[in-house]
T-cell receptor, first 112, second 116 residues
């Protein structure tokens, strides 16, 4: 059974139209990560949560925001998507003592 | 043979041969390392991990070697199979200073192609 679930698997949005990607987990992990992965590149960490504490990477654009209303859910909000934001967005979780990060299947975002 | 593509280096091996995939990591404070396998259109899948106080760890058909002196990791896959074809990433974990949580940062991947 899937433990980290991302919805939707595929998302098409218009240039400049806000979009939200969602992630849920059944592992009760403290840490949740959001990564952006472009074609043939490594996943790039955007930000992560430790419980409710938000940790933003220094080079993550302001256009990207995140919310974590509870342990199970985390959202990635892109306020004004540009063509360069088209990518696969990956959510992952890990426990503080368990070190392995579990990944969802990703949401592929297309901007038209 | 090994070649460097536009973004991802590629390693081509014959089915049944052993594969060695290399990774250089950046942060000497990293305390934990993971190898992930990523198939096209899917999220990364855990393969094997190693803590910084070890230099070798073996799994089923896979071995990870860690050389902290030169900040280098390798993944060895024995008797490579067509199902092993994928992109392989190493990831390093660093504790957020004082925050009690961890960042997990990926290195550049290597695309493994297995020739039947």
């Amino acid at each position: 059974d899937a433990m980290v679930i991302q919805n939707p698997r595929y998302q098409v949005t218009q240039f400049g139209k806000p979009v939200t990607l969602s992630c849920s987990q059944t592992l009760n992990h403290n840490v949740m990560y959001w990564y952006q992965q472009k074609s043939s590149q490594a996943p790039k960490l955007l930000f992560h949560y430790y419980d409710k504490d938000f940790n933003n990477e220094a080079d993550t654009p302001d256009n990207f925001q995140s919310r974590r209303p509870n342990t199970s859910f985390c959202f990635l909000d892109i306020r004004s998507p540009g063509l360069g934001d088209a990518a696969m967005y990956l959510c992952a979780t890990s426990g503080l003592l368990n070190t392995e990060a579990f990944f969802g299947q990703g949401t592929r975002l297309t901007v038209v | 043979g090994e070649s460097v593509g536009l973004h991802l280096p590629t390693l081509s091996v014959q089915e049944g041969d052993n594969s060695i995939i290399n990774c250089a990591y950046s942060n000497s404070a990293s305390d934990y390392f993971i190898w992930y396998k990523q198939e096209s259109g899917k999220g990364p899948q855990f393969i094997i991990d190693i803590r910084s106080n070890m230099d070798k760890r073996q799994g089923q058909r896979v071995t990870v070697l860690l050389n902290k002196t030169v900040k280098h990791l390798s993944l060895q896959i024995a008797a490579t199979q067509p199902g092993d074809s994928a992109v392989y990433f190493c990831a390093e974990r660093v504790e957020d200073s004082g925050a009690g949580s961890y960042q997990l940062t990926f290195g550049k991947g290597t695309k493994l192609s297995v020739i039947p």
